[in-house]
């Protein structure tokens, strides 16, 4: 294991961890650094209206379409870090 994954791995473990919930954007943002990070691009379709979390989430994470895993990797260890320094 690499040490951005060990990193990785590390700030997913963290993030469980906080005082405070992050606010409703900066979870979907997690999410989809999170998801791009694990499976790469997203497939298949988009939610309808009606699921509006499931497209909340399926929108956040087509944002980040060909961002590489491990920039996503360490854009989601850089946002835990941040969201701990100010749960403190």
Known sequence: MSDLD?????AQDDVVKLNDAPDV?????????????AEGDVSGDRPSA????ARAKFDAWSELNGM????????Y???VTELKANDE
């Open 6 to 10: 060990s990193l990785f791995q590390i």
């Open 25 to 37: 954007s900066t979870k979907l943002k997690l999410y989809s650094l999170f998801k791009q990070a």
């Open 50 to 53: 009606i699921q509006f979390v």
């Open 68 to 75: 590489a895993a491990d920039a996503a990797k360490q854009a």
């Open 77 to 79: 260890i850089d946002l």
